[in-house]
């Protein structure tokens, strides 16, 4: 009962007679891509952020709701470095000193690029959160970063909606401010698997070499 007949691909008991290298877990075929995860990393090099200012474009439009859903990621994933207000003084910022005020020096200039890219690759003590957030989610708080540059006061968040595409009506839903009812608006798609295994592949032969 506690060998099971099946290969299971995080145990390894014998030698796999199927499999390349004799083990359960199978390597993906060269130069496919996960379901959802096509262009989830650029291949930027981490300290290129002058080519990502140039090349990267935020593919979304700066509406309201896009806004909204960039401050409630910000304060869910940076707040506790950055700030609420993007000053620097968030719990950990406070603590550890030489986290960057947004709205001061050349860090009120920083495009979405450069934003996007710091976010996927990390900067200095900054470690990487491309792993953390998807690529939708890094140019909403792209969005929001810029919010911030303004004055450090999300309250300027209007001034960048933009009449394009979905409404921008409504008030502000409290769970942008209320951490503790913070609700998930996007997955990092981490685990995710193909919707459609299997299909396009070859017939498996657990338990044959032939």
Same mark, same amino acid.
């Given at each position: ?87 620097? =003084?968030? @719990? /950990?910022?406070?603590?550890?000193? *030489? ?6 020096? %050349?860090?009120? +200039? ?71 009812? =913070?609700? @998930? /608006?996007?997955?990092?798609?981490? *685990? ?6 299997? %299909?396009?592949? +070859? ?8």
């Amino acid at each position: 009962m506690y060998d099971p007949i099946p290969y299971e691909p995080l145990k390894q008991y014998s030698f796999n007679q199927v499999n390349a290298f004799g083990i359960n877990q199978r390597t993906p075929p060269i130069a496919t891509i996960p379901r959802g995860k096509l262009d989830y990393y650029t291949h930027i090099p981490k300290d290129s952020v002058g080519i990502a200012e140039r090349t990267l474009r935020n593919p979304y439009p700066y509406t309201k709701e896009n806004l909204l859903e960039g401050q409630v990621l910000y304060t869910r994933v940076c707040a506790h470095c950055h700030g609420e207000n993007g000053n620097g =003084q968030g @719990p /950990v910022g406070i603590k550890f000193k *030489g986290v960057p005020n947004y709205s001061a020096a %050349q860090y009120k +200039t920083m495009n979405d690029g450069h934003i996007y890219h710091v976010i996927q690759w990390g900067r200095n003590r900054m470690m990487p959160h491309g792993s953390i957030v998807n690529p939708e989610e890094r140019w909403k708080i792209s969005m929001y970063v810029h919010v911030l540059q303004l004055n450090n006061d999300p309250a300027d968040l209007p001034k960048l909606v933009k009449a394009t595409g979905g409404s921008q009506t409504g008030p502000i839903d409290s769970n942008v401010r209320d951490r503790a009812n =913070q609700y @998930p /608006v996007e997955e990092a798609q981490a *685990g995710k698997g193909s919707e459609t295994p299997g %299909q396009g592949g +070859t017939v498996g032969r657990n338990g044959s070499s032939i």
